[in-house]
C-alpha cells in the first residue's frame, strides 16, 4: 500500500471580508468543518475506503486476463483525490441545501 501524505488540494486561504456579517459566518464554518475533518481522521477513513473499493475493482477487472492487479501511479493519485473530494463535496451540499431556521 502506497502512503500518501494528506495535503489539501485546494489549499488557498479563504479571503476575509469585513462587513458582510453572513459571509463572515459563513466563512467560520468552513473553518470549523475542515478543522473538524483534519481532528476526528474522518478523511483518512473516507481514503482507505475507496482505496478498498478501487483495489477490489482492479482485482475484478483483472481476474482471468493476467493484467496485473496492483493500482497505478495514476489511479492511486485519482482515488486519492476523489476521496477527499467526495467527502468535502457531500458535507458541503449538505450544509448548503439545509433549511435555515
Known sequence: MAILSIQQKFDKEIPSVFGNA???AERE???TIDKIIHQSGLEKIVIDYFFDNARKNKATEAAGTGKPVRL???EIE???ENAILALRASILRKQLTQVPQ
Open 78 to 80: 485519482r482515488t486519492y
Open 22 to 24: 453572513e459571509y463572515i
Open 72 to 74: 497505478t501511479e495514476d
Open 29 to 31: 464554518l468552513l473553518i
